[in-house]
């Protein structure tokens, strides 16, 4: 088992639509699990943090954190065409120093 | 732009050579990581940086090895390079105090070619 997991996509949705990714964590003592973007060719963006069970929402962007469940997701509103990119989900491994772990990413596009 | 800078963007190199890559980490921040990706995964845990010690690792051979300079910035160095190593190669730059870190920033890349 895959120690953080992603379906790889792609996941279409159209324009305006609500975009829903999904994630699931191995290690049930993760702490801090994050939402990466990368563009085609270029380093991962930082996007989202979420420490909490719940919700946490910035702008159109909404995490949901379950650790009972080990699951992380994160929700597009009014997708846009320029959101189309691969979004990485990362859990950081406990043990005294800051090492994440990245699923493989969800390949978004988003069409007009 | 996350503050965090590394150096070259792209590097071509022949097997057997030696590589050596350079960060600079954000303002503030005084933990480097650096990760390997190669095409259509995510990235890899290889070391991290704190305090000019190394400070963990991923399951990346002895021949992966770096520094990290009293300013924070760090180097990685690759000897004996193989095919395989082809990969951007990504340094994150964070906080840590105690046994946590703040989250963290990768710089641009380098796309390391292997031939």
């Known amino acids: 088992q895959k120690e953080v997991e992603q379906n790889s996509g792609p996941l279409s949705v159209p324009e305006g639509a609500i975009a829903s990714l999904n994630c699931t964590y191995s290690?049930?003592?993760?702490?801090?699990f994050f939402w990466y973007r990368q563009y085609s060719g270029k380093s991962p963006e930082l996007i989202m943090s979420?420490?909490?069970?719940g919700d946490k929402e910035d702008g159109r962007f909404t995490a949901q954190l379950n650790k009972a469940s080990q699951y992380v997701s994160l929700l597009i509103r009014d997708s846009q065409p320029s959101d189309s990119a691969t979004y990485l989900c990362?859990?950081?491994?406990?043990?005294?120093?800051?090492?994440?772990?990245f699923g493989a990413g969800t390949r978004l596009a988003v069409h007009p | 732009e996350t503050g965090v800078t590394q150096s070259p963007t792209h590097l071509i190199k022949t097997r057997g050579q030696q590589v050596t890559l350079r960060c600079s980490s954000q303002?503030?921040?005084?933990?480097v990581s650096w990760y390997q990706q190669a095409l259509g995964q995510g990235p890899q845990f290889i070391f991290q940086?704190?305090?000019?010690?190394?400070?963990g690792r991923g399951n990346f051979p002895p021949r992966f090895s770096g520094l990290q300079f009293p300013n924070y910035s760090s180097e990685l160095n690759v000897n004996a390079l193989e095919l395989d190593d082809s990969a951007l190669y990504l340094c994150a730059s964070s906080f840590r105090t105690g046994v946590m870190g703040t989250e963290a920033f990768f710089g641009q890349g380098t796309r390391l070619t292997v031939v």
């Open positions: 990362a859990v950081n491994s406990p043990g005294g120093y800051n090492k994440l772990i």
């Open positions: 290690d049930r003592v993760s702490q801090s």
């Open positions: 303002s503030g921040h005084n933990t």
């Open positions: 979420i420490y909490s069970n």
């Open positions: 940086y704190y305090r000019e010690e190394e400070n």
